[in-house]
């Protein structure tokens, strides 16, 4: 049997098949946050419930949920995994959030300012405990060395981008091993997780990673292109964030290597501190225009939500692989 063949689209996606894919499932997983994050010390809820909250679109879990009906799996293992997930997800934001300094995240206020740093690590590090609880009680050896793997990827991959911070000669293959860990790891991890649970073969397992592990790439380019064309309403973020705090994402490494020696100065010096006004980002904005840095980044961003989508072929088609796909079209078209 041939499986169907499918490119990504010219159309606006959405999120919304997605949504009601995994609806059912996601008000459990929910419930287990809900259950998870109390705590006799009351900072704790109130401080993970701000950023969990946020309106995020909980990506991560919807993943695993995604992944396991894919696969025909009837069970409910994946829910307290799926909360898993998004617990080292939560984390991850809170620790970023202190290491950037970052003040605003889906546009509200970041816990780190409303709490201070101390709280917002410690609370951190409270829901990468709980995490690990809920990958230990669901029994698993091999999803414990899933899910533990990819938190020392992430904090790894950050680790790296911190090293690699206001240093303009970072190179694309540093950069992609860098997105690669701190983004795609945990999506790649996030839907592995499913056939694990259902017990499915090694290449299904592997597809599905694949699938996660370009799907969180992609994301991640437009992610990194987008803090050049949009604004903080539309990103959730402060726009040039990532200008000011000096890195040295794919627009700007297409950018400085394109460019002519006085734009060069420029992004030596932008991303060395010495230029962050508001001037100097409209100026970064014209440079990346000029030399289709965002263009090229968005367009490696469809070359990976393709492999996404192509990893995932093999698969019966239905209502979860087609939700599957357009997650992917979503993603890519969040620049357009």
Known sequence: MTATV???????????????????DMAAVNAVILDRMRSDI???????????????KRMRPMLTLASAQLIGYDGTRHHRLAASVEFIHTATLLHDDVVDGSDLRRGRRTANIIWG?????????FLFSRSFELMVEDGSLKVLKILSNASAVIAEG????????????????????????????????????????????????????????????????????IDYVSDAGTMGKDAGDDFREGKM?????????????????????????????????AHAISLVRQTRAVDDTLARARHYGQ????????????????AMIEAVEFAVARAY
């Open 6 to 24: 499918h490119r990504l689209k010219t159309t606006t996606p959405s999120l919304e098949p997605m949504l009601q894919l995994v609806a059912g």
């Open 42 to 56: 009351p900072l704790i809820p109130e401080l993970a419930g701000h950023l969990i909250a946020g309106g995020g």
């Open 117 to 125: 740093n101390p709280a917002s690590v410690l609370v951190g590090d």
């Open 158 to 225: 950050e680790v790296n981008q911190l090293t690699a911070a206001r240093r303009v000669d970072l190179g694309e293959d540093r950069y992609l091993d860098i997105i690669g860990a701190k983004t795609a790891a945990l999506f790649a991890a996030a839907c592995r997780i499913a056939a694990v649970v259902a017990e499915r073969s090694e290449a299904e397992e592997m597809a599905l990673d694949a699938y996660g592990r370009n799907l969180g790439i992609a994301f991640q380019l437009v992610d990194d292109a």
């Open 249 to 281: 994402t794919l627009p700007v490494i297409l950018a400085y290597a394109r460019g002519s020696a006085e734009d060069r100065k420029f992004w030596k010096d932008a991303v060395e501190g010495r230029r962050a006004g508001d001037a100097d980002f």
């Open 307 to 322: 492999r996404a989508i192509d990893s995932i072929a093999g698969f019966a088609d239905g209502r979860a692989k087609d």
